[in-house]
């Protein structure tokens, strides 16, 4: 079984910046995929940014360039930092994990949102 915290999430002013933390606990593999996914109020949940086999990034066009995914393999955690936020940046941000197989495991949720 696998865990996600997600923790950072908060209320913020447009143009600042927060950092999203996910600390994954169980059988967590390298070489599976850790990243954020958010979901704003009667939106779908999209992809926000990944990082796949230690390596591999990919981001959402709307957040290239303010927002950076990292990871810190030895404490099994994954980073969002999040800089020139925007309003349309407000969501529930979700940390997720792909291992091997087929199945994704999420986290709880955390609130971001970004005020004028």
């Known amino acids: 079984q696998v865990q996600l915290v997600e923790s950072g999430g908060g209320l913020v002013q447009v143009g600042g910046s927060l950092r999203l933390a996910c600390a994954a606990s169980g059988t967590i593999s390298r070489l599976g995929l850790m990243g954020w996914y958010r979901q704003a109020p009667g939106k779908q949940r999209e992809l926000v940014a990944v990082l796949a086999a230690n390596t591999l990034t990919t981001y959402a066009d709307s957040v290239k360039g303010r927002f950076t995914i990292s990871r810190d393999n030895a404490n099994n955690t994954v980073y969002l930092q999040m800089n020139s936020l925007k309003s349309e940046d407000t969501a529930v941000y979700y940390c997720?994990?792909?291992?091997?197989?087929?199945?994704?495991?999420w986290g709880q949720g955390t609130q971001v949102t970004v005020s004028s």
């Open positions: 997720a994990y792909k291992g091997i197989g087929v199945q994704y495991y």
